[in-house]
Structures are given as C-alpha cells and as structure tokens.
C-alpha cells in the first residue's frame, strides 16, 4: 500500500500565501517612495486652487498611511512565519485600525472631491476669487468623523 504524502499541498498553498505576501510587499515598498514624490508634487505645484490643493494632499497623506500600515502588516508575515494570521493582527490592533482608517478616509475623499467640483461649477464666476480654507475647514472633521465611526 503506498503511502499519500499529505503536505505537498500544504506546502504549495503556503509557498503561495509567502509569494503573495512578497510581491505585494515589494509593491508596497516602491508604492510608498511614489506617494510621497506625488504628495510633494501637489503641495508644491501652485497651479490647483487652494481647496483642491488641501483635499488631495489630505488624500495623499492617507494613501501613505495605508501603504505604510499594509507594508508592516506585509513585514509580520514573514517575521511570524503565519501570512494568514498576521492578516487579523489581533496581537497589534493599533496597527489593524491605522490601515482601515487610511483606507476608509482614502475612499472618502473622491466623494469630497466631487462635491468641490460641484460647488466650483456651481459657483464658477465667485469659486476662483474665493480662497479661503472654509470648505476645508467645513470638510475635514466631517471626514474624520465618518472614518472615525464607521
């Protein structure tokens, strides 16, 4: 009677969960550098309107958020040797609420980003003359609160 050998499939399905976990690591690493060259950029460029200006460089700063948050989660994979365990990160969950806060703050902000598109159509002739911070200011805890609490 042969003998069946029961880990080849556990151990190919664990060289796929590592393979995954590097590659999306090394994503996450050149995903990081490039988000910070792009938040530079916008907060740099004098050519978007003051209001636009705050709402991407917001979104920006959570796009590094979660990019870093996902890096580390990406880093105990490898240092846990478990890449499904380190995914609920129930031994840190500080770091767990960071990267859904980067996450849900981050698809909030195309919602903010339409409705300055709509009071900038809306208003074209007094929105370009107007660049003050209000909206910002009006936004930005409304924002944080929706992330906060959902």
């Known amino acids: 009677m042969a003998s069946l050998n029961t880990t080849a499939p556990i151990d190919f399905e664990l060289f ?18 490039l988000s910070i060259a792009n938040l530079i950029l916008v907060a740099r460029t004098s050519v978007i309107h003051p209001n636009m200006k705050a709402i991407l460089i917001f ?6 958020l979660r990019g870093s948050c996902r890096f ?7 240092f846990l040797w478990d890449p499904i365990g380190a995914e609920s990160m129930q031994f840190f ?5 960071m990267y859904l806060i980067g996450i849900y703050a981050r698809n909030f902000v195309p919602s903010v ?21 209000l909206f910002t200011f ?3 805890p409304f924002a944080v609160r929706v992330i906060t609490f959902y």
Do not use: D, M
């Not at 969960?17 to 550098?33: K, R, S, Y």
């Not at 979104?59 to 590094?64: D, H, R, V």
């Not at 980003?113 to 911070?133: D, P, S």
């Open 72 to 78: 580390v989660i990406c880093l105990f994979k490898f």
């Open 138 to 140: 009006l936004w930005t």
């Open 16 to 33: 796929l969960l590592f393979f995954g976990g590097a590659v999306e690591l090394l994503t996450n690493f050149v995903g990081i550098p």
């Open 93 to 97: 969950p500080a770091l767990l609420k």
């Open 113 to 133: 980003l339409v409705i300055e598109l709509i009071l900038a159509t809306l208003f074209v002739r007094t929105y370009e003359k107007n660049c003050g911070h």
């Open 59 to 64: 979104q920006s700063l959570f796009i590094i």
